[in-house]
DNA sequence: ATACTTAATTACTAAAAGTAACTAAATATT
DNA sequence: AATATTTAGTTACTTTTAGTAATTAAGTAT
């Protein structure tokens, strides 16, 4: 059979973006520095798991992670150099998802199936 | 605390995204029409996995089934032209990719957390 | 002392993914 | 006639991942 081959690189990148709220970390990070509590606050994710995504994209070298030992801590997470270069892979997204959706009608239901 | 609203279009988008295999299986089908066989082979996915996903792509009206009852059945999935419309998200992936990563030097393993 | 805040982590349960064996339908082979 | 072959799945079962809620640590403030 014919077999065809992936690309290594392509393959690493979607394993990454295939993995659940990578790509809307992203996407908010993308607005600039958010801190841990602002992330867990405007995505539906509990802070166990986004605290595990955001070491992995960390290890990917597309976050990077700053910690302010102040009164509570602070810590802040903002996109690196290669994180930012992501943009035009979300805003793909968006723009997919504006014209082939229209005004909450959606195929199927979130958070259903 | 600000609580930034996601656009819901963009979640869904993402929540399909976000899904394991979703992305190389679209990457895969922008090549053009594939049977079963030929997208269990050159993924590295299981056929019950396979089945599920496809199915899901269906109801999200991005790819089409069509059966050809021969010999041994075919079964031909492709492309919608909402499927196809997705081709710049894949674009974007794979020019990120590519230049982000130099040639077999990845940041974390493939395949390993 | 006790309480409050943030950024986690831990223990536990539920859901999803992975694996391998099995099924159906139509033929082809022994 | 019985057995084997092919494709596109499905089923039963195990392992991994996700989700929830309670807990921790550090540094104030009450």
Same mark, same amino acid.
Not at 74 to 101: C, D, N
């Given at each position: ?8 690189? #392509?393959?690493?990148?979607?394993? !990454?973006?295939?993995?659940r709220?990578? $790509? !809307?970390? #992203?996407?908010?990070?993308? %607005? $600039?520095?958010?801190? @841990? ?11 166990? !798991?986004?605290?595990e ?7 990917? $070298? ?16 903002? !996109? ?11 805003s793909? #997204? ?6 082939? @959706?229209?005004?909450?009608? @959606?195929?199927?239901?979130? %958070?259903?199936?």
């Amino acid at each position: 059979m014919g077999k065809m081959e992936l690309c290594p690189k #392509i393959e690493a990148a979607m394993q !990454l973006l295939g993995k659940r709220w990578m $790509g !809307l970390i #992203i996407y908010v990070l993308l %607005n $600039g520095p958010q801190r @841990f509590g602002q992330l867990e606050s405007c995505l539906p994710i509990s802070g166990k !798991l986004l605290s595990e995504r955001l070491k992995e994209l960390e290890k990917w $070298g597309i976050v990077k992670r700053q910690v302010y030992p102040e009164v509570p801590v602070r810590v802040v997470y903002e !996109l690196t150099e290669r994180g930012k270069q992501m943009e035009p892979i979300i805003s793909a #997204i968006h723009q997919w998802a504006e014209h082939s @959706f229209s005004e909450d009608d @959606f195929p199927v239901e979130i %958070n259903k199936d």
